[in-house]
């Protein structure tokens, strides 16, 4: 019996009330079942006094951060004299071979680790910009996973695919996200090879870097089809925002997605069940 299983996941959970107020509406009215709560998230108590009580079986991972935002921990390597991070992705790369940075970076991700989980046991680890991906950040999230007993850390290994529809492709985003997909397929290389051995698990496929910014049903349904017909667990990753009253914001685009039933019945129809990482 075939086992392929997807993961709608919507990061940024505890950034704003509404990103959270989306997350609560696409668990009770759609297909929802996975969420990343970042721990220094400027609406991290309401996600975690008013949002997880009535998410029972929502799935949550620890959203790490380094990039964006306060710091919950002293990293001077990390943030400027305010504790607001200033580093970007170039360079958090050339600065993760350095032993005093990884010592801050690993401190400051275990202190969001140990915030999320006062209130919920994480199911899987991912990071805002996909900064865990960088190989000598991923061996401290692996570290850190094994310590916590956190069962899964995304990986970002995209197939390449296009959609038939020109404007997702003819804009500034689309060549840079192209460029994010080599990147990001490099990385996942190195990062498996780091994985085995352990009892650490991983999806096999992600959607949502190629059209990072573009999400919508259309995204999502020809990245699964693309997909070889095999066990997997594909993961799609979305930022969802149900009240920005711009219908052509990108966050409002990915919220829709979660309410799409004719999306989850293709989902279905590929042989995917819909799931998280909670019951994996």
């Known amino acids: 019996m075939s086992e392929k299983y997807f993961i709608l996941n919507a990061d940024d959970f505890g950034m704003s009330k509404d990103f959270n107020r989306a997350v609560l509406y696409a668990y009770e009215k759609g297909f929802l079942k996975s969420t990343s709560l970042c721990a220094n998230g400027e609406a991290f108590d309401n996600?975690?006094?008013?949002?997880l009580p009535e998410c029972q079986n929502l799935g949550i991972g620890v959203h790490l951060n380094?990039?964006?935002?306060?710091s919950l921990t002293r990293c001077p390597a990390l943030t400027n004299d305010d504790g607001?991070?200033?580093?970007?992705?170039?360079?958090?790369?050339?600065?993760s071979k350095n032993k005093e940075f990884k010592k801050q970076v690993e401190a400051e991700f275990r202190a969001q680790i140990e915030k999320v989980i006062k209130f919920r046991k994480?199911?899987?680890?991912?990071?805002?910009v996909h900064t865990h991906a960088i190989p000598e950040i991923f061996k401290i999230t692996l570290k850190l996973a094994q310590e916590y007993q956190i069962p899964f850390i995304r990986t970002q290994h995209e197939e390449f695919y296009t959609i038939p529809q020109i404007s997702k492709h003819l804009n500034f985003k689309y060549p840079i996200n192209i460029l994010k997909i080599i990147l990001l397929n490099y990385f996942?290389?190195?990062?498996?090879?780091?994985?085995?051995?352990t009892a650490i698990?991983?999806?096999d496929y992600i959607l949502g870097v190629g059209y990072?910014?573009?999400m919508d049903n259309l995204t999502v349904e020809y990245g699964l089809e693309t997909l070889p017909d095999k066990d997997c667990i594909a993961e799609a990753l979305i930022h969802p925002c149900k009240y920005n009253t711009n219908i052509n914001n990108s966050h409002t685009k990915e919220f829709l997605i979660t309410q799409n039933k004719e999306l989850e019945n293709k989902i279905r129809s590929l042989g995917f069940e819909i799931t998280n990482y909670k019951q994996l």
């Open 84 to 95: 607001k991070f200033n580093n970007g992705y170039l360079s958090l790369i050339l600065k």
């Open 201 to 203: 698990k991983t999806n």
């Open 66 to 70: 380094i990039i964006e935002g306060k």
């Open 47 to 51: 996600a975690v006094y008013e949002i």
């Open 188 to 197: 996942t290389s190195i990062n498996k090879k780091a994985l085995m051995g």
């Open 212 to 214: 990072t910014g573009m």
């Open 122 to 128: 994480p199911d899987h680890i991912d990071s805002h």
